[in-house]
């Protein structure tokens, strides 16, 4: 995947985060994953590159990987799967079919300001129904109403 990035990555320069096979580009660097690390470059970024294999570990982890950048202001550049999909909406322009990694990062890395803020914009509507402020009450009736003991009562009952 890297090979196929490579003009990208030369042009744009590339933060690999808990990535350690990236690569030895010169335009490559490759932090070790903390959440300090994270948290900077986050702050920095202005595309995210999510990069998973299949499985479903993967596919979970890419949704709150998704939800993360979308929070931290970096345009997501995302694997077309069924999590990035339900996240980032079925028409969202940077999801990449398969091999089609290079064109997508490049069209992210060409937004100007004002698409970036536009593009942000509608991700932030987009998966704003996922937010704490959205879900906080499902839980709380959830709470209410007495679900978790009779969750716990039938789990018990299984075992």
């Known amino acids: 995947m890297y090979a196929s990035l490579a003009p990208c990555i030369d042009r744009y320069g590339l933060v690999a985060v808990g990535a350690t096979d990236a690569h030895d580009r010169p335009a490559v660097v490759c932090e070790k994953w903390s959440i300090e690390t994270q948290t900077r470059v986050l702050a920095k970024a202005r595309i995210g590159l999510f990069v998973q294999p299949e499985g479903p570990w993967e596919s979970r982890k890419s949704g709150y990987k998704l939800l993360e950048y979308v929070a931290n202001g970096v345009i997501p550049v995302a694997e077309d799967n069924m999590a990035a999909r339900e ?24 937004l100007s300001d004002s698409e970036a803020r536009e593009c ?22 959830f709470v209410e109403d007495g679900k978790p003991q009779k969750l716990r009562a039938n789990t018990m009952r299984l075992l």
């Open 87 to 110: 996240i980032l909406g079925e028409d969202y322009e940077f999801l990449v079919p398969s091999g089609a990694w290079a064109d997508a990062l490049d069209r992210a890395c060409s």
């Open 120 to 141: 942000l914009a509608a991700l932030t509507d987009h998966t704003e129904r996922f937010s704490y402020s959205e879900t906080v009450h499902r839980w709380v009736d």
